[in-house]
């Protein structure tokens, strides 16, 4: 138990000190005002939300337990750079998001609760321009506007009632609430790397994705140029996707259609190629 609590400690003081989420204790403040003032929602429970964001950063610790990060600054300002803009129309306003490149050659990309964003470098060598980037980064900044493991694991603040499968009590102190908090972030784990999302959760996140793009600006076909031509060049990567993901065929014809029906196909936008080739040298 004391190797495992003092493993945790650790690991989150190296996330903190990669990632600057020491920002959040010392913004706390901050969040609770944005969180006020963004919105009058009832479901907007400020402690709910603070438990994802503290159920995230354990998670995003637990991600770099087994992943090592790219250790170069002027590629991960970029990617922040980038996460950021599209980030900014997201509608979990109330959120801090935090970008960070993988060392990693595989095409991958995912995300934890409360706004920890990782992309591979092989995702990086894959892309033709700066829109893909962003591309890819809007679809793990939709999994977190969605909130799709907060649902599926239903994390909350407080939860009394242990029929909910891995139902958290945060901020409770005992013995059961650290089982029961260890025992979700486990359960996230396994969704990130080996189960997967459900196909219609990868569905709507993608469509989300394609929002995300055309409101900050940049090309909304992005998403699906880069999955058809990693589906085309690096069948391999893809092949270990389809058990956890539509077939290809499903999601082009659903991108197809929501970019069509947005009448988004021939749109003005951005794809700053230029930008993202002075990078290259860096992934």
């Known amino acids: 138990m004391f190797y495992g609590s003092l493993l945790r400690v650790c690991l989150c003081a190296a996330l903190g000190a ?24 009832t479901d907007l429970n400020l402690a709910d939300i603070e438990a994802e964001i503290s159920f995230g950063r354990e998670l995003a610790a637990r991600i770099l337990a087994r992943e090592r990060l790219y250790d170069n600054a002027e590629l991960s300002r970029y990617v922040s750079l980038v996460g950021n803009l599209v980030a900014g129309y997201s509608s979990r306003t109330e959120l801090q998001f935090f970008f960070a490149v993988i060392d990693d050659d595989s095409i991958n990309a995912f995300s934890a609760p409360g706004g920890y964003v990782f992309v ?14 962003a591309a890819v980064l809007a679809h793990e900044i939709a999994h977190i506007e969605l909130k ?12 009394s009632s242990f029929e909910s ?10 013995d059961t609430a650290r089982a029961l908090f260890d025992q979700a972030v486990d359960q996230a784990t396994k969704v990130l790397f080996e189960e997967g999302f459900h196909v219609q959760e990868e569905l709507d996140t993608d469509i989300a994705a394609i929002d995300l793009l055309a409101n900050s600006g940049y090309d909304p076909t992005a998403l699906q140029r880069f999955l058809e031509r990693v589906d085309r060049e690096a069948p391999s990567s893809s092949s270990k996707k389809k058990r956890t993901h539509p077939t290809s065929e499903t999601r ?4 197809d259609r929501a970019i069509n029906e947005s009448r988004l196909r021939d749109v003005s936008a951005m794809r700053n190629k230029e930008r993202f080739t002075s990078h290259e040298r860096s992934m």
């Open 165 to 174: 499968g891995l139902g958290l009590l945060f901020g409770g102190g005992s």
């Open 120 to 133: 591979t470098r092989g995702a990086l060598r894959n892309m033709k321009d700066e829109s893909e980037l």
């Open 148 to 159: 799709h493991i907060v649902k599926a694991l239903k994390i909350r603040a407080v939860d």
């Open 252 to 255: 082009m014809n659903a991108l």
């Open 18 to 41: 990669v990632l600057g989420l020491h920002a959040l204790a010392s913004d706390a403040a901050d969040f609770r005002k944005r969180a006020h003032t963004i919105t009058t929602d």
